[in-house]
């Protein structure tokens, strides 16, 4: 009997040993953390002192789950939901970026962006009383070479950014010029530091790229009264993805042509600040609920966005005071955009000037410019109108009061990269003799 007895306690044993249950490996017991601390329980709460009861022991605690038996499916853990996702605010939903958003190079830290715009005008009809100084396109049928740019835009780390481009066909002689060259710290979007020849804050049309706009040309109005590009510091701030942004900037004083419409001068100060004083100018801006993208039209027909700002400046030249104020709207809407700006200056020349100037007496101009447009096809094929009124003297009613009434229609390929544009302006003097001045333009864009 004992021998049966220790046959049957052995064959127990081998049938133990040889079951599914008997070879699993008895789970790793985890190494206590530095300082005498167990790791936090994966289900979030605080685990047991060393010794103490086994997690299956707590009457409280799930069943931990057991390994398949044959011919068993395994059991499998419910399916855990992901987190739900906030609804995006009203207004900021994405927009998915152009070809020219995306192409960039980079070099370790440094991330370069080529800047290159090539405009070619073809005038079909020109009125016969069109003149250039008088801030007409053509004075005659014809082609014209309208811009040719060329550089390079920098960021290293998000820490400094800098940009150099060059006027290839700049003026009548086609001679090659500085467009722009200025470098900035910018670790802070709350307060940006540049220096060097940057665009003035001053009107939303002026501070928008000459190629990004709806028409082949700015509101005459802007580049009659605008400063454009001028050397000098300038800081500015952006919070909440442009709800807020500030501009402030101290520059050369700022020179002007006698000739309203032949506008500002673009000195980029080769004998430094020689025969000027100094020019001060400002800009607040809002884009609540979202930034509104580079281009005048809505290329991407987004959501509801809308831009107010306004700004203002003085330059206290050697030759003349010049002062001025502007504030402005745009609105995109699912490819509509519509553009308000109304501007203002002043101009009063100095006793004794530092240079010949033929004004001799304080002069006040007001323009006001109304645009709307539609994007038919996102990115694609575009049509928009201006209105503007323009009145470069307030005091005196002459020819020089402009009522410039401009329609065209856009063709955008390759998302903005190659732009064609059709144009018809209309240009009626309201006091004294009626010009014959308007003009058709047709032009071929490659932008970057």
Request: glycine share 12%; proline share 8%.
């Amino acid at each position: 009997m004992r021998h049966l007895a220790c046959v049957a306690g052995g064959a127990a044993v081998l049938l133990a040993l040889s079951s599914p249950r008997a070879q699993e490996p008895e789970p790793a017991t985890e190494a206590p953390a530095a300082g005498g601390a167990r790791p936090a329980d994966p289900q979030g709460e605080g685990d047991e002192l060393e010794g103490a009861r086994a997690p299956d022991a707590r009457p409280d605690a799930p069943e931990r789950p057991r390994p398949p038996q044959e011919n068993q499916a395994p059991v499998m853990p419910p399916p855990v939901a992901p987190p739900p996702v906030a609804p995006a605010a009203a207004g900021r939903e994405p927009i998915a970026p152009g070809f020219r958003e995306r192409v960039r190079f980079s070099l370790g830290p440094l991330e370069l962006r080529p800047i290159a715009l090539l405009a070619l005008q073809a005038a079909p009809y020109v009125g016969d009383d069109a003149l250039s100084q008088a801030g007409d396109s053509a004075e005659q049928p014809g082609f014209r070479l309208r811009r040719v740019r060329a550089g390079l835009y920098g960021d290293v780390a998000g820490l400094v950014r800098f940009a150099i481009s060059m006027e290839l066909a700049g003026g009548d002689e086609g001679t090659a010029r500085i467009h722009e060259a200025w470098g900035g710290v910018t670790a802070e979007r709350a307060l940006e530091v540049y220096a060097g020849a940057r665009t003035v804050p001053f009107s939303r049309s002026a501070m928008l790229g000459a190629g990004e706009g709806a028409l082949t040309e700015r509101p005459l109005a802007v580049r009659a009264i605008a400063p454009f590009t001028q050397v000098g510091m300038q800081a500015e701030g952006h919070f909440q993805d442009r709800a807020f942004s500030y501009y402030a900037g101290v520059y050369n004083a700022f020179q002007r042509a006698d000739q309203f419409y032949a506008g500002q001068s673009e000195s980029l100060a080769p004998l430094g600040n020689r025969f000027e004083g100094i020019a001060v100018a400002g800009r607040l801006a809002t884009e609540p609920l979202g930034p509104l993208g580079r281009a005048l039209q809505d290329v991407a027909r987004s959501p509801f966005r809308v831009g107010v700002g306004a700004d203002g400046f003085f330059s206290n030249g050697g030759a003349r005071t010049l002062y001025g104020a502007s504030a402005d709207v745009l609105v995109h809407a699912s490819g509509l955009h519509a553009l308000g700006e109304v501007l203002w200056t002043g101009a009063s020349p100095k006793s004794v000037p530092t240079q010949p100037i033929a004004q001799v007496t304080s002069v006040s101009s007001l323009a006001l410019v109304v645009e709307a447009g539609y994007m038919i096809v996102a990115r694609k094929l575009g049509v928009s109108g201006r209105v503007e009124w323009i009145d470069p003297n307030m005091d005196v009613d002459d020819e020089g009061d402009n009522l410039v009434l401009t329609g065209g229609v856009s063709y955008h390929a390759y998302d903005d990269l190659v732009k064609a544009q059709l144009d018809y302006t209309h240009r009626e003097e309201l006091g004294g003799l009626s010009l014959a001045n308007d003009a058709l333009i047709l032009q071929l864009q490659l932008s970057l």
